[in-house]
């Protein structure tokens, strides 16, 4: 009896159980879906090592929190998914590990999708360990994202997104479904690694909801993640739903802030925001209500307006839920905020922004600015916040805040890397001392390698040194490698082909004891095409056009016409153009429609007789803010008869979440220029839409004259010590603000017809 009992509880428990977990290891896409069509809780399913191309990866299935559904690779880091490849995940306890997208993009919206589709999203999931490496479309404006993240409870760790160069943010918590909202999802230990600065509106690295649905909650956890010198816009992270928590993570050189831009009751707290003095990093801009922003570390940033260290803004009455809702109920106490730029309150007070903040405390904060200049400023009403034992150590700071404590303190750096006060009076000053900043080692994938900080030119050590004739130069380009550099002889060098760049190369005059030219004749309306990866240094050469043909749109640099998802570097140094004449429009670089430069240089040259522009940054037409050059430099250089303007620089529309572009025009001479029937702007020099613009010490003679176009934001412009003869003042509009123009002019000597 008893024997017959025993058999019939272990055939029910055997009936009961789940069949044994199974390991599948596939060597393509029928055996991996062939395993995929019966797979059960615990299973593995191992992606062989190597290259899986063009691969619509999709895990559903139903796993248990003690057997998930696994989906890995062979060997971490070995399994590549190149072309047209993307990852969707449905079901419940999936997880996904080790895997490499790199070499192509995705055909759909997201390259790391956690639903299938809208009816079976993923809950209880993880993603950990992946890589997704410049994996971006093609054309910069085309949008998606990098990872959509959707369902309920599912974590996202440890893995690494580097490089994305196209619209579209880089990971976001979406919350279309109503099953998506409430999440509880964290995102924790992931690299964020360099994100080049997009040019127009889309480049936020992480978004949590949209405006649509900013009045649910999420309730996201971001957590000791690293934000590397991620500069898409001014949003690093823009949370736009209730409820999340941003905890722990590093910012380096990254330009922007993290921006609570709509939604209630977020907390940021223990965040280390590390600028090391580049242009426009930023910390935490404050909207909306109920938002605590605490403990925190911001050192070397600076950033201003939108980008300052902390800006609390100024909201909208009765605000629509795609507009800025007022500050009310915020708490901002503890933070310390040390040699940075910028602390702003009521930040875009304007008519239509006339909220003040309201019931907002303002506590505890050790702040310090930079030595001699304004830090911390107030463009409103600012009685609806307390104040209460603030220290600012230097920077000035606004007549309406005398309640803060104006005093130098003694800083030492701690173990952890972070400035303290020194003495005990100060101990419970600013950041709390126990932060433990995240390090690059802690986040992402421990085997794959993050970029570094690298030359863009002449970094490899490989010099080739090129005979004048025929041909040669045009050979040594298309061979080169980055960080190589072309030494041409003095002499006469015949290029009868468009040079293609798609390397970081330099191009100089060989030394000589004479002294010689090295001159190049290029027989082609184009000497160089920049296309993807193409960056130009170009240095002491002379560029003549005498044998250019007449072609419509000749331009001796100019981007390719397909699109190019990098950014581009154009360096001229002590480089002779002449001779650009052949027709009526013939121009020394042309940036054309999805090409961004981070950086066009022009230091110690000269140009002379050329019919077209010298730069024409300028290829914008529907005025979404899509602009061709972020630092535009033109220094110490001559120009006689230019017939365009010397540089033709756009930006349209009045989008705010972008930076640039920045022009320094200094120290120049013109003569003769900007006349020509063709130059459509009229100027000499045409800025429209410029943000930051430095105009000084310049010489015009005989010229057209500057012109300068207030577009959109708080342009900063300086138009200082310039002279002109026979040459117009300025001429200045402002198409987005009522008032006299914005720029900030002295110094300038100006004589038209015997008029000073």
């Not at 061979?479 to 970081?504: C, M, S």
């Not at 959109?712 to 300086?718: K, M």
């Amino acid at each position: 009896m008893l024997t017959r009992l025993s058999l019939v509880v272990m055939v029910a428990w055997l009936a009961a159980a789940p069949a044994l977990a199974e390991d599948h290891l596939v060597q393509n896409q029928e055996e991996y879906a062939a395993a995929l069509s019966d797979v059960e809780a615990g299973d593995v399913i191992i992606l062989a090592n190597g290259e899986w191309r063009d691969f619509d990866l999709v895990i559903t299935g139903q796993g248990r929190a003690d057997a998930p559904i696994t989906v890995t690779s062979q060997e971490a880091g070995k399994v590549f998914l190149t072309g047209q490849s993307s990852l969707r995940v449905g079901g419940e306890h999936i997880l996904v590990s080790g895997l490499v997208f790199r070499d192509g993009y995705s055909p759909r919206g997201e390259v790391i999708s956690f639903r299938r589709n809208k009816d079976d999203v993923a809950h209880n999931s993880r993603v950990t360990q992946m890589v997704i490496d410049n994996f971006s479309k093609p054309d910069r404006y085309e949008s998606d994202y990098w990872v959509g993240i959707y369902g309920q409870s599912n974590r996202f760790d440890h893995n690494n997104l580097v490089g994305k160069t196209n619209k579209g943010v880089t990971l976001a918590v979406r919350l279309d479904q109503e099953e998506s909202r409430n999440n509880g999802h964290v995102i924790d230990f992931n690299y964020f690694g360099p994100r080049p600065v997009l040019g127009s509106n889309g480049g936020e690295t992480l978004r949590i909801g949209t405006s649509r649905y900013s009045m649910y909650q999420s309730g996201t956890l971001v957590e000791n993640n690293i934000f590397d010198r991620t500069d898409g816009e001014v949003e690093i992270i823009s949370s736009k739903s209730g409820g999340n928590i941003f905890r722990g993570n590093v910012f380096l050189q990254s330009r922007g802030t993290l921006t609570l831009r709509h939604g209630d009751d977020a907390v940021v707290e223990r965040n280390v925001f590390l600028g090391g003095g580049k242009d426009y990093t930023g910390g935490v801009r404050v909207i909306n209500r109920g938002q605590t922003v605490r403990d925190n570390y911001m050192e070397g940033l600076r950033g201003e307006a939108f980008s300052s260290a902390l800006a609390i803004m100024n909201g909208v009455p009765n605000s629509p839920v795609n507009r800025y809702v007022e500050v009310a109920g915020a708490t901002i106490e503890g933070n310390t905020i040390v040699d940075s730029r910028r602390i702003g309150f009521n930040v875009g007070a304007d008519d239509e922004r006339s909220a003040a903040p309201s019931d907002s405390t303002f506590a505890g904060n050790l702040l310090g600015g930079l030595d001699g200049e304004s830090f911390v400023e107030v463009y409103d009403d600012i009685s609806g916040i307390a104040f209460q034992g603030n220290y600012v150590t230097q920077g000035g700071v606004s007549e309406e805040l005398a309640s803060f404590t104006h005093q130098p303190i003694a800083m030492e750096r701690a173990e952890n890397g972070l400035l303290y006060p020194v003495g005990p009076e100060f101990a419970d000053l600013g950041a709390p001392r126990d932060l433990m900043p995240v390090t690059l080692d802690q986040v992402g994938a421990p085997w794959y390698p993050k970029p570094g900080n690298d030359p863009v030119f002449a970094a490899s050590g490989k010099v080739s040194v090129i005979e004048p004739g025929e041909g040669a130069l045009v050979e040594a380009v298309m061979n080169a490698a980055d960080g190589d550099v072309i030494a041409l002889t003095p002499g006469e060098h015949i290029v009868e082909r468009t040079i293609p760049v798609t390397v970081a190369v330099t191009l100089v005059t060989a030394p000589n004891e004479a002294g010689e030219e090295a001159v190049v004749f290029f027989t082609r309306p184009t000497l160089f095409e920049l296309r993807e990866g193409g960056n130009l240094n170009l240095e002491g050469i002379t560029f003549d056009g005498a044998l250019a043909p007449d072609s419509v749109g000749n331009s001796m640099i100019r981007t390719t016409t397909f699109p190019i998802k990098s950014n581009l570097m154009l360096v001229m140094n002590q480089v002779t153009v002449r001779g650009l004449v052949v027709n009526k429009s013939f121009n020394v670089l042309t940036l054309g429609k999805s090409a961004l430069a981070d950086r066009v240089l022009i230091r110690d040259s000269r140009f002379a007789d050329i019919t077209g522009a010298i730069v024409s940054a300028a290829a914008e037409t529907e005025d979404y803010g899509q602009y061709n050059v972020e630092y535009l430099d033109i220094t110490g250089s001559q120009f006689a008869n230019v017939g365009g303007p010397i540089a033709d620089v756009y930006r349209g529309g009045r989008d705010e979440s972008t930076f640039g572009p920045f022009v320094t025009f200094s120290g120049n001479q013109i003569a003769g220029s900007g006349l020509a029937p063709t130059n459509g702007s009229g100027a000499s020099l045409n800025l429209h839409g410029v943000q930051t613009a430095n105009v000084a010490g310049n010489q015009l003679i005989a010229s057209a004259p500057i012109r300068v176009v207030h577009t959109v934001g708080t342009p900063v412009t300086s138009l200082t010590d310039n002279q002109f003869a026979e040459t117009p003042n300025f001429v200045l509009e402002e198409l987005n603000y009522d008032g006299d123009h914005r720029a900030a002019i002295s110094g300038n000597v100006v004589f038209v017809e015997g008029t000073e």
